[in-house]
């Protein structure tokens, strides 16, 4: 196994940013280089110990959704190798984890879509009865599946700051009725095929957020990453269960052991045990697996 990376040094292309996970490098005018860390953020902070394979398996992961769902919506890549637009001596930090993608103008919001009530969503219905200002029936457990999904958009928070999320009406008002309307539609169709396609593999998408932009012409992307164990939640079906919190393929299980801890959700994050490391890169793995049917390339 390679060793993990916490951050990507790429000297032959201009850094333009780092993300909590991604670091993003100007390939020219039309074009950046993405690059898949193994840095692993809870409660918007980044922990100190990153998690081997993570980069690989959310890039594994999104293209393989960017494929798979290319028919709803055009992605963002070129088909341009990241292994040529590096210098030679840097072509081993990209092995499985980088993307040459289009430069696109991201929209102004995170497109969730929840298919179960967990999370941020279960708490607002246990407050209010509604989720994001949409009203739910009365009595649903937690886990429950919602009769149809629901598009619950947020804002972006920066990097160490929350996310906010919006109803509808301010999605409108943040970037016009068509692309809100377009952004809904094509949110809610990509998480529909994408949990059905799953479920046939013994996986819950419980819920999902993606990331859309626009090219020079208006036309909407998919961009970012689609449908990983880091933008979703991914329940094993086996052990599926209404009323608690599910086992989880994501980093819900490293968020499950930092609330065993005493730490107030800012950095520093808490050094993670080996355990837990080990444990979280096992089952980012074997999400990948699970959907894909094939072992993941490292």
């Not at 990376?5 to 100007?26: F, H, N, Q, W």
């Not at 289009?102 to 009865?129: C, F, H, M, N």
Request: with cysteine; glycine share 8%; proline share 7%.
């Amino acid at each position: 196994m390679s060793q993990p990376l916490y951050e990507s040094s790429i000297t032959s292309l201009p850094l333009l940013g780092r993300g909590k996970v991604r670091d993003i490098y100007a390939v020219d005018e039309d074009k950046l280089l993405i690059v898949t860390s193994d840095r692993l953020s809870a409660f918007d902070v980044i922990l100190p110990d990153p998690i081997p394979l993570k980069g690989t398996v959310l890039t594994q992961t999104a293209l393989f959704w960017f494929d798979k769902l290319a028919h709803i919506l055009p992605g963002q890549l070129t088909g341009i190798a990241p292994e040529d637009v590096v210098a030679a001596s840097e072509r081993d930090q990209l092995k499985g984890r980088a993307l040459v993608v289009k430069r696109l103008k991201p929209l102004p919001i995170e497109a969730i879509v929840r298919g179960y009530i967990i999370g941020s969503g279960w708490k607002d219905y246990q407050a209010t009865g509604k989720v994001c200002g949409i009203a739910l029936p009365a009595g649903l457990k937690q886990a429950a599946k919602l009769e149809q999904p629901l598009f619950t958009p947020s804002t972006k928070g920066e990097a160490g700051t929350h996310d906010e999320n919006i109803d509808f009406a301010q999605c409108v008002a943040l970037m016009g009725e068509q692309i809100a309307a377009q952004a809904r539609d094509a949110a809610i169709q990509l998480y529909s095929e994408a949990r059905d396609y799953a479920a046939a593999r013994g996986i819950i998408i419980a819920d999902t957020k993606f990331e859309f932009g626009l090219d020079a012409a208006g036309t909407l992307h998919l961009i970012d990453e689609a449908l990983t164990p880091d933008s979703s939640r991914f329940w094993p079906a086996d052990s599926y269960a209404e009323g608690i919190s599910p086992p989880s393929f994501d980093k819900q299980f490293v968020r499950d052991y930092l609330e065993t801890l005493d730490w107030n959700k800012t950095a520093p994050g808490p050094r993670l045990p080996a355990d837990i490391i080990a444990k979280t890169s096992a089952k980012y793995v074997e999400a990948y697996e699970r959907l894909t049917g094939k072992p993941l390339p490292v």
